[in-house]
């Protein structure tokens, strides 16, 4: 009689991890009640300096209130960013509350769509250059910001001035009307200032784009606010970082002339340890309001999920394992924990997206037992694992509810609201970024190759409405360059009162009637273009009374997607738009034309 197996393979395999479950869950529990608790320390750190030190070392003196302002130089280094780089510049030189400042772009020879709109900015624009870099791209971004130190050096050599702040910033960023000042008056007292940096707000159904918003929330909120607090080094985020200049001196005599290490793929986490390792002061200034808005560098953040995986291996590849094996563990203890702060990703991304399947396949085993009116697969008895299982989900439950606080303080209730929508999501991100990571690492060092550097693509507000917070017309048209500094002192001197300022300028001829345009678009946000009239109807122009043109000179010249498009000359008051909105069920949609335009589209009536 041939010998009979009691169990199949699969039922043997299944019993023996049913047996071996309790230990699994006990070991998965300790480990994530043991990250649960180091994600509290940042917590109690802020709450110990809020409650009895109350520090937040920021300088808020009358004196650094009226700081001089110091001549300060803005590196942005560009590698395909034809799309995005005219806007960036403009439409920050209509929003900076500040002077003394000029732009350095960094280029590439082979880069020709970006060189050609870059140099199109510096001819027309006083305070913007450009720096092109010796070898073909994309090299590293550190590389071309070394690159675009060398071209301001030469630029002081051949003009005689000498910049004293430099700040770091990316062809997408979005940059607050007061952080230049900020950076120039806590220049007195710290050598690295780092204004908070932020993504711009999306709906709550953009989940990728919407894990940005979540981490960085929090990241600003709590954890750059516990490092400033312990005393620990502060990282630069790569954007709205300000450095005196002399540290950056410092550095390049330190490393053969380059300050920023061109085969870091994080050269901000790199410089930021730099800098404290020198003993110089840092200052991570704390995200607060400031006339209704937040104070923070803005963007847009990739929002495909393949993109943000390959952004992210890049910062874990930089920030993890290369900061790992060229620093170590070196430092205070305060200092070795923040390392361990930022590389423990490794192990808990994985973690966390294991979790995940796991409370997935429990929560459907248990409707599944409920159903089949049988014992639940996952339960366990053993009364120490069910504490432990108790208080690591009372941690992460804590957790959730922090990271949505911070959420809906910065974005709003709806994205507070959704985080934990998003978590999963988030999770399966960040796993597959520490993964690609390792690999990406373990195959440059198994090959000896020198780690490649992945640009992130770059998108720009479609719209200067999405950012808020704009100068006067006459600040915007001095800063843009459309009007120099000696005709607008004499349109001053000149100007009749209740004379408009655009229509004297246009009227000496001080400015041409696109660049008013232009300015006026930088400066309120609305749109301009000239409209094709022989694709207008005249049905659509005489849609509202005549009275309304010869009141208001506003057109409508097109009706889409339950929108009446209007065609203005200049940007419309708050009666214009009341009194439309009595007069149709449409939502009003304002573009700006050239007075030609508009006299084109008049004639239709």
């Known amino acids: 009689m041939p010998f009979a197996v ?89 929003r900076i509350r500040y002077r003394n400042f000029d732009f350095f772009l960094g280029l590439y020879p082979n880069d020709q769509a970006t060189c050609d709109a870059a140099f199109a900015l510096a001819a027309t ?8 870099c010796p070898q073909p791209g994309p090299t590293s971004k550190a590389d071309c910001l070394n690159t675009i130190y060398k071209g301001m050096t030469a630029f002081e050599r051949e003009h005689g001035v000498r910049f004293e702040t430099i700040v770091l910033h990316d062809a997408e960023d979005v940059m607050d009307a007061d952080a230049l000042s900020i950076i120039n008056q806590q220049r007195d007292d710290y050598a690295m200032v780092q204004i908070p940096v932020l993504p711009l707000p999306t709906g709550p159904g953009d989940f990728t784009h919407g894990i940005y918003c979540d981490e960085f ?52 986490y790199d410089i930021g340890l730099q800098i404290h390792y020198s003993g110089l002061a840092q200052l991570f200034y704390p995200l607060a309001r400031r006339s ?26 930089g920030i993890a394992l290369q900061s790992w094996e060229r620093h170590g563990w070196r430092g205070s203890l305060r200092t070795r924990y923040w390392f361990w702060r930022d590389r423990k990703g490794l192990v808990t991304n994985p973690l966390s ?3 995940n399947l796991l409370f997935v396949a429990g929560v459907a085993d248990w409707l599944a037992s409920v159903s089949l009116h049988r014992p639940w697969t996952f339960a366990v008895s053993n009364p120490l694992v069910v504490n432990l299982c108790v208080a690591t989900t009372g941690l992460q439950v804590f957790r959730l509810c922090l990271r949505s606080w911070c959420v809906g303080k910065v974005f709003g209730p709806a994205m507070g609201l959704t985080v934990a929508l998003r978590c999963f999501h988030a999770n399966f991100v960040n796993c597959a970024a520490s993964f690609c990571a390792v690999a990406r690492y373990v195959h440059s060092r198994w090959q000896r190759e020198t780690l490649r550097w992945d640009k992130t693509e770059h998108a720009y507000p479609a719209s200067a409405a999405e950012c808020p917070h704009r100068l006067d017309l006459e600040e915007v048209l001095l800063n843009c360059g459309y009007v120099s500094q000696d005709r607008m002192d004499l349109a001053r001197t000149q100007l009749s009162p209740g004379e408009n300022i655009a229509d004297f300028l246009l009227a000496r001829r001080f400015v041409t009637e696109a660049d008013l345009c232009r300015a006026m678009s930088l400066q309120s946000g609305l749109p301009w273009a000239d409209v094709d009239v022989s694709q207008v109807k005249h049905s659509v122009v005489r849609s509202l009374p005549v009275r309304i043109e010869k009141e208001f000179k506003v057109l409508p010249f097109r009706v889409w997607e339950g929108r009446l498009h209007l065609a203005a000359m200049r940007v419309p008051e708050e009666k214009v738009l009341q009194t439309i909105g009595k007069l149709t069920r449409l939502q009003l949609k304002f573009q700006l034309v050239t007075r030609v335009n508009y006299a084109q589209l008049r004639d239709l009536l």
């Open 217 to 268: 929330a929090e990241f600003q909120v709590v954890d750059m606010r516990a490092r400033q607090y312990s005393r620990s080094f502060v990282p630069s985020n790569g954007v709205g970082t300000g450095f005196a200049r002399d540290v950056l001196e410092k550095l390049a005599v330190q490393r053969g002339g380059q300050i920023f290490d061109s085969s870091s793929l994080t050269e901000d």
């Open 125 to 132: 624009l006083s305070n913007v250059h450009v720096a092109v």
């Open 292 to 317: 209704q808005r937040f104070v923070a560098t803005r963007e847009y953040f990739p929002r495909k999920v393949r993109t943000a995986i390959r952004q992210r291996t890049r910062w874990i590849t």
């Open 6 to 94: 009691p169990f199949a393979p699969d039922t043997l395999s299944i019993l023996v991890l049913l047996s071996a479950w309790p230990f699994i869950l006990g070991s998965l529990a300790c480990l994530l009640l043991a990250t649960g608790l180091d994600d509290l320390l940042p917590v109690l750190i802020c709450l110990f300096d809020r409650l009895f030190r109350k520090t937040s070392g920021v300088s808020s003196s009358a004196e650094s209130a009226r700081a001089t302002e110091r001549r300060t130089a803005i590196f942005v280094p560009c590698w395909k960013e034809s799309g995005v780089i005219d806007g960036m510049v403009r439409q920050n030189l209509a």
């Open 353 to 355: 997206l294991l979790t």
